[in-house]
């Protein structure tokens, strides 16, 4: 099943009306790309949980190992969108968004495939939905796939400090709090603020697309909200590990999103804040080999004043 019809899928929907006495239906869409193994781990938690209405999307971004095809005969309850070719996060989930919404889903959560999720983790999210008046999106609490420790509660965003977000190291409140945006690994999206404001922004191929809606969100007196009981845990990749590949994406990211919600006075602290930053990583990188990372950091900045296509991921990794 391929999904081509996705900014238009968002625009055309109605505001939505929900039965508070009961529970809407809830579309989880799941983007994967040659990842087998922890998707099943995902796919497998998710048939414990307690939530009385949901439907899993898988949305495949055009693998070509061998995994699709088993997850289509191993989990035949799930739905499925197939992407010819690796369209990027933000697009790839799009299809998924997209086909949920055509399919009269109240509700869409984007939820990574290397996630495993508890038993009662959907509810607490449906309830701060339903809550709280204008809310756009609502995310959890993400724990460490390993140690089950806190890695972020929502993050506080500072876009004029290299674009860089904070994480809140534990719940700031025990009910809903509002939060600057929720990570896109687990995010509850409310269909009439994608009616209006549209889906991910997919000139972010890796990253920052939950930025980007939060922010446009938030400019446009939606909320975005972390529900504390809500948890999963998350195989996190830490700045540490930071790859040639996603090195190339962060750069990019940044530069987008000031160019897309900045001013052009604002994007001049925006600017130095990053050269400044920059100027450290490529001095780290020199002492400790990553030669690679300041080649497509470099060409992150390049593309992107340019508003070249993205590059290939071997072409950035080889």
Same mark, same amino acid.
């Given at each position: ?8 899928? !968002? ?5 939505? #009306? ?28 998710? %048939?414990?949980? /307690? ?20 997850? %289509? ?13 690796? #369209?990027?996060?933000?697009? &790839? ?21 290397? /996630?495993?999720? /508890?038993?009662?983790?959907? %509810? ?29 509660? &929502? ?39 994608? !009616? ?19 922010? #446009?969100?938030?400019?446009? &007196?939606?909320?975005?909200? $972390? ?9 996190? &990749? ?6 040639? +590949? ?9 530069? %987008? ?38 080649? $497509? ?12 296509? +993205? ?8």
């Amino acid at each position: 099943m391929t999904n081509s019809s996705i900014a238009g899928s !968002a625009s055309d929907q109605s505001k939505t #009306k929900i039965d508070p006495h009961r529970a809407p239906s809830v579309a989880i869409v799941i983007l994967t790309w040659e990842n087998y193994e922890e998707i099943t781990k995902c796919l497998d938690s998710i %048939q414990s949980i /307690t939530y009385p209405d949901y439907r899993v999307i898988v949305v495949d971004n055009g693998s070509k190992d061998g995994s699709i095809e088993r997850l %289509q005969s191993e989990y035949s309850w799930c739905e499925f969108v197939l992407n010819e070719e690796n #369209k990027g996060f933000a697009k &790839g989930n799009n299809a998924g968004i997209s086909y949920a919404l055509d399919t009269e889903a109240e509700y869409v959560l984007l939820l990574n495939d290397d /996630t495993i999720v /508890t038993q009662d983790f959907l %509810q607490p999210l449906v309830n701060a939905m339903q809550t709280y008046d204008n809310v756009a999106a609502v995310g959890g609490v993400n724990l460490h796939a390993d140690s089950g420790e806190v890695h972020n509660a &929502g993050y506080a965003f500072h876009p004029w400090i290299a674009a860089k977000g904070e994480l809140y190291r534990k719940p700031k409140e025990s009910e809903p709090y509002s939060v600057d945006y929720v990570q896109s690994c687990l995010i509850l999206l409310n269909p009439d603020f994608l !009616a209006e404001h549209g889906l991910l922004n997919e000139n972010y191929f890796l990253g920052m697309e939950d930025v980007d809606l939060a922010w #446009k969100a938030r400019e446009n &007196g939606w909320k975005v909200l $972390t529900a504390p009981d809500s948890r999963i845990r998350h195989h996190v &990749g830490e700045t540490s590990t930071r790859s040639p +590949f996603s090195s190339y994406h962060k750069m990019r990211n940044k530069l %987008q999103f000031g160019a897309e919600n900045l001013s052009l006075p604002c994007r001049m602290p925006l600017y130095l804040t990053i050269m400044a930053d920059t100027v450290y990583l490529v001095l780290l990188w020199s002492v400790t080999g990553g030669f690679d990372k300041i080649r $497509t950091t470099m060409l992150g900045a390049y593309d992107h004043f340019r508003d070249a296509e +993205f590059r290939d991921y071997n072409e950035l990794t080889n």
